[in-house]
């Protein structure tokens, strides 16, 4: 099917837990977030994300989880506390190897440039030369499917390959923290599943860490290494749950008595941080 | 409905953009000159398209010669209007210091009609053809100044977001993102001044009644209208609003030429 490319790299720890080093690719201490008219947005807010994660922000509408990832994506700027990126604290600092990439709630793309030259994008921002940006961006799309595609405007596509070409955007400068904000909310289920599939083969593949943000128990399941729970008003990490699976997920993982289980769980503890707000 | 043939052709939407109006035009022209024949309406006061046609082709000459002056008046100004009008937009979107003070007299332009100004400025600026085109950029320079403000503010946050992560300097924010996404509105801007530029040059020409061999067709109209000669008349009026048509298909020819390919108002 797509993205049947990857060649799994082996370098990559075999177990299930993270490969986590001495300093976290990324670090929330202590944030606070509050916005001019009154609304506490974060409170207090720790997290620690080891390289290698991947882990989802579960919570709902209104917990912050959306803001938390702006955060961590340098485009918002805490009341207090800080964020460290692979250690310091400033984005501009990080070094080769040291890569991050968003992907947005819609696909964001261009409507007036073609799919390859709206992925070669922030490679033309950062100077990247013509050759290599078109052989990168060439990579990228055939990593999600999209190799015969490149020259297509983003309105002759379908909303699931708008999704991948922005992932592939996302994928041409080669990021090692890939931060995503409910990537495929807008999508139907299917294209959804399918999607939330070969993502996490591309997570398996590479030496990557994602910071996923939804409202769905399942898709965090699925996906997951990680999950972190957050309740709304003021926003807060309510729970930080391992999720238990095997490396390779597949349709079958989705039936299984563990997925269920852990999604019950997951339900019971939305459920409470509901409870809590007021609701 | 009743002849099977006929339908799939009106269905045919270019069918429909260029025929049907057509038709209309050819049916109505035919009505005129019907009842004109018909109710022996005197010449002096309604003329019939046929004598229209003739008065076109008799004064032709004289006639195109002042659409050229006119057209030269038109053209100069939209142009300036354009050149203008996208700095003035450019230099309103650094700031909104710069906005808020200078915005409220660009409406100012825009709300004094033009037949007041004109003769002022026609008195102030000796050269004649300087002066008209003064008078006809005023009149069209607004709305280019307007839509291209709210072209290079519309900009999708996401996209900007996303230019802002990428680190993009100020330059290549605007040059690859705030641009194309101001030419639709733009090109909005155009299609409206190039009208307005057509109309600014007729009442110039109207206030400042020149003759002589600069005369455009606005002078034109004046005279026929003193001697009497509405055949005259109704070929200059003819012939602007021509020009007006054959403008505004040009401005909507180059947005499709330009946006077709990724814009929706282009599609279809």
């Known amino acids: 099917m797509l993205m049947h490319t990857i060649a799994v790299d082996t370098a990559r720890p075999a177990s299930g837990a993270p490969a986590n080093e001495a300093i976290p690719v990324l670090l929330a201490n202590q944030i606070e977030k509050t916005y001019p008219n009154g609304t506490h947005a974060l409170q207090r807010l720790k997290l620690a994300i080891g390289r290698g994660e991947f882990v989802s922000l579960l919570g709902p509408s209104g917990c912050g989880k959306s803001t938390l990832l702006k955060m961590f994506a340098g485009l918002e700027a805490p009341s207090a506390g800080h964020v460290r990126w692979w250690g310091k604290g400033d984005l501009e600092a990080t070094e080769a190897g040291q890569r991050m990439a968003m992907v947005f709630q819609e696909a964001t793309l261009m409507p007036w440039a073609k799919v390859a030259d709206n992925a070669r994008l922030p490679l033309d921002l950062a100077g990247v030369p013509k050759a290599e940006g078109n052989a990168r961006v060439q990579a990228a799309l055939d990593l999600v499917g999209l190799g015969s595609f490149g020259g297509v405007y983003p309105r002759e596509l379908s909303g699931g390959m708008q999704m991948r070409a922005s992932i592939a955007r996302a994928l041409a400068t080669q990021p090692n923290l890939l931060l995503m904000d409910e990537p495929f909310g807008a999508l139907d289920e299917f294209t959804r599943n399918r999607l939330d599939s070969d993502l996490r083969d591309l997570w398996r593949a590479r030496d990557l860490t994602v910071v996923f943000v939804t409202h769905s128990i399942y898709e965090a399941v699925f996906l997951s290494s990680r999950v972190v729970v957050m309740g709304a008003r003021p926003g807060r990490v309510l729970a930080d749950v391992t999720i238990e699976g095997p490396q390779v997920r597949d349709e079958a993982f989705r039936t299984s008595a563990a997925f269920i289980e852990q999604c019950a769980q997951l339900s019971r503890l939305l459920a409470e941080a509901n409870a809590d707000a007021g609701h | ?268």
């Open chain 2, 1 to 268: 409905m009743m002849d099977k043939h006929s339908q799939p052709l009106l269905a045919d939407p270019r069918v429909q953009r260029i025929a049907a109006p057509l038709l209309v035009g050819l049916v109505l022209l035919g009505l005129w000159q019907f009842l004109c024949v018909a109710l022996k309406v005197p010449t002096y006061l309604v003329p019939t398209p046929l004598d229209i046609g003739r008065t076109l082709v008799s004064d032709g000459p004289m006639l195109f010669g002042a659409l050229v002056v006119t057209l030269k008046i038109t053209f100069l100004s939209f142009a300036l209007a354009v050149v203008l009008g996208v700095i003035a937009a450019f230099l309103f979107v650094q700031s909104r210091v710069i906005e808020a003070s200078l915005f409220p007299y660009a409406i100012l332009l825009q709300v004094t009609p033009v037949v007041a100004v004109a003769p002022l400025i026609i008195i102030w600026v000796s050269n004649t053809t300087l002066a008209l085109t003064i008078c006809a950029t005023l009149v069209a320079i607004f709305p280019i100044i307007s839509n291209t403000v709210l072209g290079l503010r519309s900009v999708n946050p996401g996209l900007l977001n996303l230019f802002r992560l990428n680190r993009a300097s100020r330059w290549q924010t605007l040059v690859r993102l705030r641009i194309p996404s101001a030419l639709p509105y733009f090109f909005g801007g155009l299609r409206i001044a190039s009208g307005l530029a057509l109309i600014g040059a007729v009442v110039a020409e109207f206030v400042a009644g020149t003759g002589g061999t600069g005369a455009g067709l606005a002078y034109q109209i004046l005279q026929a209208g003193f001697q009497l000669n509405i055949p005259r008349l109704f070929a200059a009026l003819f012939l602007i609003a021509l020009t007006g048509v054959l403008l505004f298909s040009l401005m909507a020819a180059l947005a499709r030429f330009s946006l077709g390919h990724w814009h929706e108002s282009e599609q279809g």
